[in-house]
């Protein structure tokens, strides 16, 4: 089955500077790359996604880059803010979408 | 709208008891499925289900079990609780097919003693 691997576990930053979190996964396979945030006691809640026919895609302060070569993806926050502050969840989901692949989070903290 | 519904929101079990976690959900979605969240290893995916009387196993499976008798509702149970069960379940739910979102229910912190 697919492995999604995601570095690092915590990142701290300081408020205004950018933050970026690297994830692996071993399915070829696999087409669909979301990204959850969720927030201390609260369910997790989709961010940003990308499709694998999609190198990058972003949202406001938030892009997400997608290497299927190295079979890579990544999260860019950008000015970040104290609100950011959350743990981070990537995902790889299979061809079907039936079944996500969670990487192990990183626990984002923004300093004032 | 209430998306997907999960209860109860807390539950402390001794070793040896059964419970049903519940989770509903009234989007119409096909796909459901249950992760449990553990400190350092993310969302694991317990049991799936891509429709109504289809489920399957995901990657932690052992210890519960599922049933999917309509498109909204799809409940876990654990038949004999075990300490290593402690944990925060999370019960989503997509449309289905490539590209589709998971929605994910409020969570129930369960604790075995």
């Known amino acids: 089955g697919e492995n999604v691997e995601q570095h690092p576990s915590t990142l701290s930053v300081q408020e205004g500077d950018s933050a970026v979190i690297k994830c692996t996964y071993s399915?070829?396979?696999?087409?669909?790359f979301p990204w959850y945030k969720q927030e201390l006691g609260k369910r997790p809640q989709l961010i940003i996604d990308?499709?694998?026919?999609?190198g990058e895609k972003k949202d406001q302060r938030i892009a997400v880059t997608l290497n299927k070569t190295a079979k890579h993806f990544s999260l860019h926050i950008t000015e970040t803010q104290p609100e950011d502050s959350a743990v981070y969840f990537c995902?790889?989901?299979?061809?079907?979408?039936?079944?996500?692949?969670f990487g192990t989070g990183t626990s984002l903290t923004v300093i004032p | 709208n209430a998306g997907v519904t999960q209860t109860p929101k807390f539950q402390v079990l001794k070793t040896g008891q059964s419970m049903t976690l519940q989770c509903a959900q009234d989007?119409?979605?096909?796909?459901m499925s249950w992760y449990r969240q553990d400190p350092g290893m993310g969302l694991r995916l317990i049991h799936y289900?891509?429709?109504?009387?289809?489920?399957d196993q995901g990657e932690v499976p052992n210890g519960y079990n599922v049933s999917r008798s309509t498109t909204e509702d799809f409940p876990l149970r654990l038949l004999s609780a075990a300490p290593s069960q402690t944990s925060v379940y999370f019960c989503?739910?997509?449309?289905?097919?490539?590209?589709?979102?998971?929605?994910f229910g409020q969570g129930t912190r369960l604790t075995v003693v």
């Open positions: 989503a739910s997509s449309p289905g097919g490539s590209y589709t979102e998971a929605f």
């Open positions: 399915d070829s396979a696999s087409n669909y």
């Open positions: 990308i499709r694998s026919n999609v």
């Open positions: 995902a790889a989901s299979s061809s079907t979408g039936n079944q996500f692949y």
């Open positions: 989007m119409n979605h096909e796909y």
């Open positions: 289900s891509v429709g109504a009387g289809i489920t």
